[in-house]
């Protein structure tokens, strides 16, 4: 193969001085079909066939080929054909009587014509990705599993992450209110999984049946909310890092707290802290590329949303209120009436006519009777046992 200074230099002698190319296959001693192929090509182009490589023994088996290949999208993935299976077969059943090797390129060459490829996406400010990831930690000297929710914006990278028990519809709610607060604004849109805190039904021309609670979360903040393929990560890559990223470098090692309170100050401050950095190429700082998302976030309302579930209730003979497969105690003077029960992170709120008659700390037990409460109505607490569970009725 002729090196790139004969090519520069017989492309000069052609374009650049003029010369015909007869004259240049004279001067340099090539055939006039080489001279040519150097007009046609900066670079030497290698070896190039004008037409496919003919398979006469593989080719009349090509559609089995595929068909076995298309009957594997279905089957179970320990169980897909490999490429030496696949030949064994056309020579057991079809009589194949060619080699192992080509049946093994074409099998690769076709695999990877079927795997979904993808180009890097283009964030304009101002959106959001939502998600909850799970790690253990130390709360109050009990090492226990805890659910952290995350918001990341891809146009900056900024991040805030803060803990909970468990993965609730308040818990949700409470996430998005803080991170609001977090970025002083409101996403122009949000993109989540199809979590069925927010997501009641997925009808079958893919448009979502939102739950009431995340209903209310919308139309409280107006943000739009787009929702990715079931089981595809990938459309919300950046909350998905972001997870992972909080798991390995703000839980690791395991943190200790004396409260979900303190965890959660830490974590802020550690989000914070991470818009000092630089993120992939960008040369700019989070920080200063948050400013751009900042721009374009919708101003906060007054009153933010009231991050809580509602249920109905009904006060039992015993003066209890079932939540979460918990008895919360009112007074006896409600029994039998109908209520609302509001679960926050922290507390229980149950209502009756609109008025607050009981509030408790959030207990994530099961089975539990809770039955201290701070109103004023509470007074002649006497203690009861029953088959080995303890309630307090009021005297």
């Known amino acids: 193969m002729f090196?790139?200074?004969?090519?520069?230099?017989?492309?000069?002698?052609?374009?650049?001085?003029g010369n015909s190319r007869r004259e240049a296959a004279r001067v340099f001693g090539l055939s006039r079909e080489t001279i040519a192929k150097m007009c046609r090509?900066?670079?030497?182009?290698?070896?190039?066939?004008?037409?496919?490589?003919?398979?006469?023994?593989?080719?009349p088996l090509l559609s089995v080929i595929g068909g076995i290949l298309e009957a594997d999208r279905s089957a179970p993935v320990k169980q897909r054909h490999t490429a030496k299976r696949i030949f064994e077969r056309l020579r057991d059943e079809h009589g194949y009587a060619g080699g192992y090797t080509v049946v093994k390129d074409h099998v690769r060459i076709c695999r990877a014509q079927g795997q979904e490829t993808f180009v890097p996406l283009a964030h304009p400010p101002g959106h959001a990705q939502v998600d909850f990831g799970e790690a253990v930690a130390t709360i109050g000297g009990?090492?226990?599993?805890?659910?952290?929710?995350?918001?990341?914006?891809?146009?900056?990278?900024?991040?805030?992450?803060?803990?909970?028990?468990?993965?609730?519809?308040?818990?949700?709610?409470?996430?998005?209110?803080?991170?609001?607060?977090?970025?002083?604004?409101?996403?122009?849109?949000?993109?989540?999984?199809?979590?069925?805190?927010?997501?009641?039904?997925?009808?079958?021309?893919?448009?979502?049946?939102?739950?009431?609670?995340?209903?209310?979360?919308?139309?409280h903040y107006l943000f739009r909310d787009r929702f990715g393929r079931p089981g595809r990560g990938n459309?919300?890559?950046?909350?998905?890092?972001?997870?992972?990223?909080?798991?390995?470098?703000?839980?690791?090692?395991?943190?200790?707290?004396?409260?979900?309170?303190?965890?959660?100050?830490?974590?802020?401050?550690?989000?914070?802290?991470?818009?000092?950095?630089?993120?992939?190429?960008?040369?700019?700082?989070?920080?200063?590329?948050?400013?751009?998302?900042?721009?374009?976030?919708?101003?906060?309302?007054?009153?933010?949303?009231?991050?809580?579930?509602?249920?109905?209730?009904?006060?039992?003979?015993?003066?209890?209120?079932?939540?979460?497969?918990?008895?919360d105690s009112v007074p006896t003077a409600y029994g039998f009436r109908d209520g609302l029960v509001k679960g926050f992170v922290e507390a229980v709120v149950i209502l009756c006519g609109g008025v607050e008659i009981a509030r408790h700390e959030r207990s994530y037990g099961t089975s539990v009777f809770v039955s201290s409460f701070s109103l004023p109505a509470a007074r002649g607490l006497v203690l009861l046992r029953h088959s080995g569970l303890e309630f307090r009725a009021i005297g």
């Open 41 to 59: 090509f900066s670079l030497p182009p290698g070896y190039t066939r004008s037409k496919p490589v003919e398979k006469p023994k593989l080719g």
């Open 235 to 327: 459309d919300k890559g950046k909350v998905e890092g972001l997870v992972k990223y909080a798991r390995s470098n703000f839980m690791t090692p395991a943190p200790e707290a004396a409260s979900f309170e303190a965890l959660n100050a830490d974590l802020e401050r550690r989000c914070r802290a991470q818009q000092e950095d630089r993120a992939g190429r960008h040369a700019e700082t989070i920080g200063t590329r948050l400013l751009a998302d900042r721009a374009v976030l919708r101003t906060l309302l007054a009153v933010s949303l009231e991050p809580c579930e509602k249920r109905a209730g009904r006060v039992s003979s015993t003066a209890l209120v079932r939540y979460h497969g918990n008895d």
């Open 142 to 219: 009990v090492r226990r599993k805890i659910h952290f929710f995350c918001m990341a914006l891809p146009h900056s990278d900024a991040c805030f992450v803060t803990a909970y028990p468990r993965e609730t519809t308040e818990a949700f709610l409470d996430g998005h209110v803080a991170a609001f607060a977090f970025f002083a604004g409101v996403p122009l849109s949000i993109l989540y999984d199809n979590t069925k805190i927010a997501v009641a039904k997925i009808c079958g021309d893919g448009q979502r049946q939102r739950t009431r609670a995340f209903t209310e979360l919308v139309s």
């Open 3 to 17: 090196v790139v200074e004969v090519y520069a230099a017989v492309r000069q002698f052609v374009f650049i001085g």
